[in-house]
Nanobody, 114 residues
Framework: QVQLVESGGGLVQAGGSLRISCAASGSIFSINAMGWYRQGPGKERELVAL??????TVYADSVKGRFTCSRMSKNTVYLQMNSLKPEDTGVYYC?????????WGQGTLVTVSS
C-alpha cells in the first residue's frame, strides 16, 4: 500500500507563487508516476501535471509555462505554481500510479484571491 500526504496549500494573491509537496510512504518501490490533479468549485477533477519515473512530464494546457512539477526522489513530488490566477483555486490532490493502480492524497486547498 502507498500513502500520500500533501502539504503547502494556502491563500495567495493573483500573480503570486506557491509550492505544494506530496510525500509517499509504504510500497514506494511500486510507484512509476506521480503528479497532481485539482478540483475547482463546481468543477470536475482534472489533471494538472504528471511526471513519470523517466522524467517525462505532462501538463494541462492551462498551466503550461506557469507550473513546474518535479520529483526530487522516488517518493516526493512538488508542484511549483507561479503567476497564479483566481481560476487556479481548488483542492489539489496528489496522485501516485503503480501500474494499473493509483492512490490519492487527501488534498490541499489552494485559494487565489483577485
Amino acid at each position: 500500500q502507498v500513502q500520500l500526504v500533501e502539504s503547502g496549500g494556502g491563500l495567495v494573491q493573483a500573480g503570486g507563487s506557491l509550492r505544494i509537496s506530496c510525500a509517499a510512504s509504504g510500497s514506494i518501490f511500486s510507484i512509476n508516476a506521480m503528479g497532481w490533479y485539482r478540483q475547482g468549485p463546481g468543477k470536475e477533477r482534472e489533471l494538472v501535471a504528471l511526471i513519470a519515473d523517466g522524467g517525462t512530464t505532462v501538463y494541462a494546457d492551462s498551466v503550461k509555462g506557469r507550473f513546474t512539477c518535479s520529483r526530487m526522489s522516488k517518493n516526493t513530488v512538488y508542484l511549483q505554481m507561479n503567476s497564479l490566477k483566481p481560476e487556479d483555486t481548488g483542492v489539489y490532490y496528489c496522485n501516485a500510479r503503480m501500474g494499473s493502480y493509483e492512490r490519492w492524497g487527501q488534498g490541499t486547498l489552494v485559494t487565489v484571491s483577485s
